[in-house]
């Protein structure tokens, strides 16, 4: 069965650059959600979308933005990276109508290292 | 506001012991309780769910109970296996809403030896 994509899987940059994270979720899902983990960390919640539109906020600083596209891929901008901003970048899609009955699936993830 | 407390690890157990690990939730509302396990390098996965109360998940031999009088959800295993080793994490969703986030507990690492 077809899972969360993300892309890429490795990213290294240094401070003060930008960087573009993108997932595309599972077939006919209307719903992406992003998370940040630091290592040995629970995954901390930035943000999600639901029909293209923003659904909730957790802790995304405001150097980062996001968006979801007409076909509900996602990408994640990071401007002015900072050495904390290094973590793995979880993206995870549901189906929005099927409310708990449509549990979250995550991608494998995106390691962010910056240098 | 919302928050999962699980009790810290590692947990190191030998093959076919008994499992259990603690989970407290603090939630307005009636929130609905997941585990979800992590093996390395890969995302989470749900592992299995609680919608309300006195309901109890189970999945691949694990089972949990959602106990609201008690706000514990914790997780079981009769007798884990080697391939059981993971980070586990506790959640809970606050809605049932579209798009509405997961909050996570710290996560709990189990390691099982033969």
């Known amino acids: ?115 | 506001g919302n928050s999962v407390t699980q009790m810290e690890g590692p947990v190191t157990l030998s093959e076919e012991a008994f499992l259990t690990i603690n989970c407290t939730y603090t939630a307005t509302g009636y929130p609905s309780l997941f585990w979800y396990v992590q093996y390395p390098g890969e995302g989470l996965q749900l592992l299995l769910k609680a919608t309300k109360a006195d309901d109890k998940g189970s999945n691949k031999g694990f089972e949990a109970t959602y106990r609201k009088e008690t706000t514990s959800f914790h997780l079981e295993k009769g007798s884990v296996q080697v391939s059981d080793s993971a980070v586990y994490f506790c959640a809970l969703s606050r809605s049932n809403q579209a798009g509405t986030a997961l909050i996570f507990g710290k996560g709990t690492t189990l390691s099982v030896s033969s």
């Not at chain 1, 969360?4 to 290294?12: D, E, G, M, N, T």
């Not at chain 1, 992406?32 to 943000?47: A, C, E, K, T």
């Open chain 1, 1 to 115: 069965a077809a899972g969360v994509i993300q892309s890429p899987r490795h990213l290294i940059k240094e401070k003060r650059e930008t960087a573009t994270l993108k997932c595309y979720p599972i077939p006919r899902h209307d719903t992406v959600y992003w998370y940040q983990q630091g290592p040995g960390q629970d995954p901390q919640f930035l943000i999600s979308f639901y029909e293209k539109m923003q659904s909730d906020k957790g802790s995304i600083p405001d150097r980062f933005s996001a968006q979801q596209f007409s076909d509900y891929h996602s990408e994640l901008n990071m401007s002015s990276l900072e050495l904390g901003d290094s973590a793995l970048y979880f993206c995870a899609s549901s189906l929005g109508s099927g409310g708990y009955n449509s549990p979250l699936h995550f991608g494998n993830g995106t390691r962010l290292t910056v240098t």
